[in-house]
C-alpha cells in the first residue's frame, strides 16, 4: 500500500518569501511523486513529477522539489512566492502498475500582499 | 494546453433526474480514464477506473448502478450520475495518464435540487 501525508493543512507567506510545503511518503516499491496545484473551481495541474530520475526536480512557475529517499520526504519549495500562487497543492503517489493516484489532504497556500 | 476536456463544466439538475458528464483526451488516445470526486475543502476521491473496451472497476463503496461509466472510444469516457440525490453534489474530475504522469480534466460542479 501506499500513501502520502502532507503535514501541514495551511500555510500563509508574506508575496516574496519562500514557500515550503512538505509531504511524507510511503510507499512499497520505489515510488512515482508528483505535486499538483488546484484553483478554485479548477482542475489539477500538475506541477512537477518525481520518477525515480534527478533527485531534484524543477517544476514550472519556478517550483522544486527533492526527493529524499532516507526521510521519506518530497517537500516542495519555491524561493519567491506571488500573489498567484495563493491555491491548493496536493503531494501524489502514483501506483506504477495500474495508475491508480493516492492524493494527500492537500495544504492550502494564501500569500499576504 | 489543455490535454483532458470535460463537458459540462457545470450542471444543475433535479432530485431524481439522471447527469451525464464527458471526459475528452485530446490529441491522444486513453485506453484508461479515472473518475474523482472532491467534496469542499477536501481532496480527491478516486471512484472509478475507465477502461476502453471493457468494464469500470470501482473503489470501494461506489456503487457502480449509481455512477455509470462508459469508455465508448479511446478518446472519451463518459461518468452518468444516475437518479441523483442533494448528497451527490459535488466536484467530478477525470483524469488521463500520459507516460508516468496523469492529466486532470477542469472538472464538472453538479448540484442537485
Known amino acids: 500500500a501506499q500513501s502520502v501525508t502532507q503535514l501541514d493543512s495551511h500555510v500563509s507567506v508574506s508575496e516574496g518569501t519562500p514557500v515550503l510545503l512538505r509531504c511524507n511518503y510511503s510507499?512499497?516499491?520505489?515510488?512515482?511523486l508528483f505535486w499538483y496545484v488546484q484553483h478554485p473551481n479548477k482542475g489539477l495541474q500538475l506541477l512537477l513529477k518525481y520518477t525515480s530520475a534527478a533527485t531534484l526536480v524543477k517544476g514550472i512557475n519556478g517550483f522544486e522539489a527533492e526527493f529524499k529517499k532516507s526521510e521519506t520526504s518530497f517537500h516542495l519549495t519555491k524561493p519567491s512566492a506571488h500573489m498567484s500562487d495563493a491555491a491548493e497543492y496536493f503531494c501524489?503517489?502514483?501506483?506504477?502498475?495500474?495508475?491508480?493516484?493516492?492524493f494527500g489532504a492537500g495544504t492550502t497556500v494564501t500569500v499576504r500582499a | 494546453g489543455a490535454v483532458v476536456s470535460q463537458h459540462p463544466s457545470r450542471v444543475i439538475c433535479k432530485s431524481g433526474t439522471s447527469v451525464k458528464i464527458e471526459c475528452r483526451s485530446l490529441?491522444?488516445?486513453?485506453?484508461?480514464m479515472f473518475w474523482y470526486r472532491q467534496f469542499p475543502k477536501k481532496s480527491l476521491m478516486l471512484m472509478a477506473t475507465?477502461?476502453?473496451?471493457?468494464?469500470?472497476?470501482?473503489e470501494q463503496g461506489v456503487e457502480k448502478d449509481k455512477f455509470l461509466i462508459n469508455h465508448a472510444s479511446l478518446t472519451l469516457s463518459t461518468l452518468t450520475v444516475t437518479s441523483a440525490h442533494p448528497e451527490d453534489s459535488s466536484f467530478y474530475i477525470c483524469?488521463?495518464?500520459?507516460?508516468?504522469?496523469?492529466?486532470f480534466g477542469p472538472g464538472t460542479r453538479l448540484t442537485v435540487l
Open positions: 510507499s512499497s516499491y520505489s515510488p512515482s
Open positions: 501524489v503517489v502514483s501506483d506504477p502498475d495500474d495508475y491508480k493516484l493516492s
Open positions: 490529441d491522444f488516445q486513453a485506453t484508461t
Open positions: 483524469s488521463a495518464p500520459i507516460k508516468s504522469a496523469q492529466y
Open positions: 475507465s477502461n476502453e473496451g471493457s468494464k469500470a472497476t470501482y
